[in-house]
């Protein structure tokens, strides 16, 4: 490039920046190296580090970052929430994120139809349609993370949806942005026309490239060939047959276009129905052509569903599979998972006995799981399939990555293409390849580790690619991307399935939809034949812990730091990233590792409940913690009765002070102090007095149960004029006529999790065993129950050997429930999960328990976990506040009220949603009676 062409681009750079901060506000733009870095990857195996990232709020926004990148010609990709697999989501440019102002969601017609902004996650909307029986068409396997915006510009499908339930057939209405920042709302007739008005060159232009499409006889009979069954490779130009007016046009090539035309700003879908019966099957077959000559008898009888495994894959998941059946797998065997739906139960009958019949007459066709309608068996059945990505990520080999592709045949050449991709796979030496798909829409995915630290393994992933695309498009006349989308993974091929002229085409529309290529440049259209070998992902060994990570993201929607400042996915792909940077970037990332990813990390371990391979980076950051274990946690270590009254001592000055100044003003001069010295703590408006040291003794009854209340709850009390929780879970439990015992020594009594949380693994151990032994004595040797009256000391006590620790409300719901008259209140009350809930239960206990209690609970979206995470809402109350930021918004207008299990988690939640949250005990004990003696079985 010339010396003055160099000189231009930076002067266009800066220039653009300059503007930019006078448009957006400085928190906006992320410019540090360490937040570049870890948003130099999305899910697939390639990587782009960004010169700026940028955060934004609203359409307004997008808009005039697009007027300025357009006329600087800055480049700029925009990236939702980054599942996307072939390379569609990052840039070496201007990285685009949306902030958490992009969830709203409008239900419309009953649930007949749905506006979503594509910031919403696709599962959440779906939860939202769950009371009207409908659904999105598209279903995913990434629907629990992966957002709308992505999943219309990625045209994605998934088990079920097929092609008749994707976004381009399931859209109604779109409000997209174009290059030079023009919006248009389809919706709006308005908004339509002048768009017509003052963009007659661009409207003119669609009609003609329209017009010509439509002459060419040859072209169009390509085009309605490829779109025979699921096809994302390159644009949708079967928009240009299906519509005639240039808005409907240019809103169904913004499907799949993966933000290479424009900005989805909402989408408005047709839902889809929920059946009301279903049944799963899952059966083996001898040879993958034994079970697809079966798809058609299956699609026939109504099949919702068919997810085909073959023999591989099945191994892959053996011990998943074991309940079903141990009968051996052979090479050639393959397994379809069979799903019928039906609206009724006879015709759901019906089908079943269909299927079942034209099985029976195959002798070879085994039953692993015959069909059931056991939502549980089902359940069980749908986690197999959903295991087999995982499965290959979980063994794979360090330094090694995980490719899945996604090809489509005629449903009559799909066994072909199983073994002509098995032969492939030995051709090359993937012998870890797996095979499974969706048989109805004839796509299958596979799945394979790939190496690129050397020339060898890079040649060996080219020339392997060359031999697939051959073998679909030459041989199986099929489709090189069925539904993960073209990127970088696939656009030197689009070529090879679509040809010159179609191509051509292609590059077209790209032009008059964004003349400045702007927008994702490399994506999709890219002239580099080699451009799939390029900027690919090293994943180098930093930590055991974390070395099976796959960056999918599934974790980041449990993660309560992700909008703060990194998730799992992040802190992982950023300490990667690193190992291969300069010592003096190494040296910065480090530093700033030591905030972004330690100490705003909740290390709950919730992110390993949504991992694909059970990676639980809490575990990976408090390993990182151990050798910087604070003084004050040792000396709390030693000094554990002391502590406590100290931090009670702490706690009555506090509220001393703030009873003559008052709670507001001793919150903003701690948080003030806190900005001079971290080692400060905020002291939140809600934060309670000490608690009691007394311990109510209560009634003497046979039933006994041994009651260890935490920590917390032995050091922060009850509200303003409320008997402290210790006389209250006695006053519920006698109502019972369960007596309650203490353990001796109780105030010296932890299970060690205040110090494993800080990497203090040591004290943890000590503390652990010296609780199971009082424990033990106390229970008579397991003779009576144990509780506790928090949950994250009922989920740490499980490391303590020899005993078992009830969580309090679990044992309310599942053991004294039943033993009271319960008389449930009807005005709405907030619940919240808390992570610990979650991973002792699935939180079903404390769900169930307030459903017993009340008949309007409410639970707030887009909150896993509060963030309060034992102390660090005093002591980084920023990622309290950042976790619970979407709460006080959510809470009905009648809801005074909220309860959950743990007494730190409900300081940060009263403190973000402005009504008290307490423990569930005291609702309890509030709407709760004896049982006569002779009723409750006494």
């Not at 009263?910 to 609702?923: D, E, T």
Request: glycine content about 6%; proline content about 4%; aromatic content about 6%.
């Amino acid at each position: 490039m010339p010396e003055n062409a160099l000189y231009s681009v930076k002067n266009h750079w800066q220039a653009f920046v300059t503007q930019l901060e006078g448009v957006l506000k400085p928190e906006q733009l992320i410019r540090d190296l360490s937040r570049r870095t870890a948003y130099s990857t999305d899910a697939s195996f390639y990587h782009l580090t960004p010169r700026l990232v940028l955060k934004l709020d609203d359409t307004t926004q997008v808009q005039r970052v697009l007027k300025l990148a357009c006329r600087w010609l800055v480049p700029v990709t925009f990236r939702a929430a980054g599942t996307s697999l072939s390379g569609q989501a990052i840039s070496d440019s201007v990285l685009i994120l949306l902030s958490e102002q992009w969830r709203q969601t409008d239900v419309l017609d009953e649930g007949a139809r749905i506006r979503l902004q594509p910031g919403v996650i696709g599962a959440f909307a779906n939860q939202i349609l769950a009371p009207y029986k409908r659904k999105i068409g598209p279903d995913p396997a990434s629907i629990a993370t992966c957002k709308i915006g992505g999943i219309a510009a990625n045209n994605a499908s998934g088990m079920c949806c097929g092609v008749k339930h994707n976004s381009y057939h399931t859209m109604e209405h779109m409000t997209f942005v174009l290059s030079d920042g023009t919006r248009v709302d389809t919706a709006d007739a308005r908004s339509v026309k002048q768009f017509y008005r003052k963009h007659d060159g661009l409207v003119s232009a669609i009609r003609r490239l329209r017009a010509d499409v439509c002459a060419d006889e040859v072209l169009t009979e390509r085009i309605r060939h490829q779109y025979r069954f699921k096809n994302t490779l390159g644009y949708g130009l079967n928009a240009l047959l299906d519509f005639e007016e240039p808005v409907d046009i240019i809103t169904h090539l913004m499907i799949g276009s993966e933000g290479t035309l424009g900005f989805i700003g909402d989408i408005t879908y047709r839902t889809i129905k929920l059946p009301a019966f279903k049944a799963t099957g899952l059966y083996l077959f001898d040879t993958a052509r034994q079970a697809c000559d079966a798809i058609e008898a299956l699609s026939d009888a109504g099949a919702d569903a068919v997810e085909l495994m073959d023999a591989r894959a099945l191994r892959s998941v053996a011990d998943l599979l074991a309940p079903f059946s141990t009968r051996p797998v052979s090479s050639d065997n393959v397994a379809l998972l069979i799903e019928l739906t039906a609206d009724n139960q006879q015709t759901l009958d019906s089908a079943q006995e269909s299927v079942t019949s034209f099985f029976e007459t195959e002798k070879t066709i085994h039953a692993l799981q015959p069909f059931t309608r056991d939502i549980s068996a089902i359940t069980t059945l749908w986690n197999i399939r959903k295991g087999l990505f995982p499965a290959v990520g979980a063994v794979r080999e360090s330094g090694t990555t995980v490719i899945i592709e996604d090809v489509a045949f005629d449903q009559h050449k799909l066994a072909d293409g199983i073994q002509l991709l098995q032969q492939l796979f030995e051709k090359y030496r993937y012998d870890e390849a797996i095979i499974f798909g969706h048989a109805l829409d004839g796509n299958v995915h596979f799945v394979f580790t790939q190496r690129f630290d050397s020339t060898k393994e890079k040649n060996r992933y080219r020339d392997f690619m060359e031999d697939v695309s051959k073998l679909v498009t030459d041989k199986l006349h099929g489709t090189l991307k069925a539904e993960h989308g073209t990127g970088r993974n696939m656009a030197p091929f689009i070529r090879q399935q679509w040809g010159g002229r179609a191509l051509d085409v292609m590059k077209r529309l790209k032009h008059i939809l964004d003349p400045a290529a702007i927008l994702n440049p490399g994506v999709i259209i890219n002239d580099d034949p080699d451009a799939h070998l390029k900027n690919l992902k090293q994943l180098p060994s930093v930590d055991e812990e974390i070395d099976s990570c796959i960056e999918c993201g599934f974790c980041e929607p449990q993660c309560p730091s992700a909008s703060l400042t990194l998730s799992p996915r992040q802190r992982i792909a950023l300490m990667r990233r690193a190992t291969q940077l300069p010592a003096a970037e190494q040296a910065e990332i480090r530093k700033d590792f030591v905030y972004a990813g330690d100490k705003t990390c909740a290390a709950t371990g919730l992110c390993a409940t949504a991992c694909p391979v059970g990676i639980n980076t809490g575990t990976w950051i408090k390993k990182r913690r151990h050798a910087e274990s604070p003084d004050s946690l040792h000396f709390m270590a030693e000094h554990l009765k002391l502590s406590h009254s100290l931090a009670r001592g702490t706690l009555n000055l506090a509220t001393g002070v703030a009873a003559v100044t008052s709670k507001k003003t001793l919150q903003a001069a701690t948080r003030s102090a806190h900005r001079l010295s971290q080692r400060i703590p905020v002291f939140a408006q809600t934060t309670p007095a000490a608690a009691t040291t007394e311990y109510f003794a209560g009634q003497r009854f046979t039933d006994k149960v041994v009651f260890i209340p935490a920590c917390p709850n032995r050091v922060f009390g009850s509200e303003d004029k409320q008997q402290s929780l210790t006389k209250t879970v006695v006053e519920l439990l006698n109502k019972a006529s369960i007596e309650v015992r203490y353990p001796d020594a109780l105030t010296s009594l932890c299970c060690g999790q205040p110090f494993e949380s800080h990497g203090n693994m040591q004290a943890a151990q000590q503390y652990r065993e010296a609780f199971a032994a009082a424990l033990q004595k106390a229970s008579e040797n397991g003779r009576y129950p144990i509780i506790t009256d928090n949950s994250a000391c009922a989920l740490s006590s499980l490391s303590a050997q020899g005993i078992k620790v009830t969580e309090l409300a679990q044992f309310l719901n599942e053991i004294v429930a039943a033993r009271l008259h319960i008389t449930p209140v009807t005005e709405p009350i907030a619940l919240h999960l808390t992570c610990s809930s979650q991973h002792l239960d699935g939180a079903n206990g404390l769900r169930s328990l307030a459903e017993k209690l009340c008949t309007n609970i409410f639970v707030p979206s887009h909150i896993t976990c509060c963030g309060f995470a034992g102390d660090k809402g005093f002591t980084t109350p920023e990622l309290n506040q950042a976790a619970l930021s979407p709460l006080r918004e959510q809470l009905p207008a009648e809801c005074n009220r909220g309860i959950s299990n743990s007494r730190t988690c409900e300081i940060g939640l009263s403190q973000s949603g402005g009504i008290p949250y307490q423990h569930i005990a005291y609702l309890m004990n509030e709407v709760s009676e004896s049982l006569p003696t002779k009723e409750c079985g006494r």
